[in-house]
T-cell receptor
């Protein structure tokens, strides 16, 4: 499968500021990447599908103006949490479909804490 | 829509015990099925997968068989170790769709020495 690097692994920010999370596919050109959110002791919820060179596809209930996704190249997708609030504190994980049929590789995740 | 239901946790076992974590799914097509494992503070790692009915996925002593007739993909291991303590997620991917993963709620497993 693909090798995926996600950065930063953790971040603390003040309310009202914006935070950018990067997801890089190191050895695979990914036209699609997925962004998930995980609340403590809960499952992963798909937030959006990032599409290289076009707009992201957001899941129902996800605010696209708050969670900005940019997939500028085949190896990089970014998620920006704009005007963050404490309720945005969560674990965010990206994933990349791999070469093998239906194989997915996940980033190590980013723990965001908004204070 | 597609969905995955896992046995509720947490599950606590002694070392060398037999493990079963149940997983059933609902899908309109012919999904691929996965088990992922998440260690504390980390992302998800693929544990095993099966892409068609009757396939058996296996890795690190864990096994799961794709049962179309019962729409199940139960995870089993004959003898668990303390290092197996983690959260386990069952997931499916609908081949006909955008190939996004649908996850079960996760099962927290703790193995005591």
């Amino acid at each position: 499968g693909a090798v995926v690097s996600q950065h930063p692994s953790w971040v603390i920010c003040k309310s009202g500021t914006s935070v950018k999370i990067e997801c890089r596919s190191l050895d695979f050109q990914a036209t699609t990447m997925f962004w998930y959110r995980q609340f403590p002791k809960q499952s992963l919820m798909l937030m959006a599908t990032s599409n290289e060179g076009s707009k992201a596809t957001y899941e129902q209930g996800v605010e696209k103006d708050k969670f900005l996704i940019n997939h500028a190249s085949l190896t990089l997708s970014t998620l920006t949490v704009t005007s963050a609030h404490p309720e945005d504190s969560s674990f965010y994980i990206c994933s990349v479909p791999g070469r093998e049929s239906y194989g997915y590789t996940f980033g190590s995740g980013t723990r965001l804490t908004v204070v | 829509g597609d969905s995955v239901t896992q046995m509720e946790g947490p599950v606590t076992l002694s070392e060398e015990a037999f493990l079963t974590i149940n997983c059933t799914y609902t899908a309109t097509g012919y999904p691929s099925l996965f088990w992922y494992v998440q260690y504390p503070g980390e992302g998800l790692q693929l544990l095993l997968k099966a892409t068609k009915a009757d396939d058996k996925g296996s890795n690190k002593g864990f096994e799961a068989t794709y049962r179309k007739e019962t729409t199940s993909f139960h995870l089993e291991k004959g003898s668990v170790q303390v290092s197996d303590s983690a959260v386990y997620f069952c997931a499916l991917s609908d081949r006909g769709g955008a190939q996004k993963l649908v996850f079960g709620q996760g099962t927290r497993l703790t193995i005591n020495p």
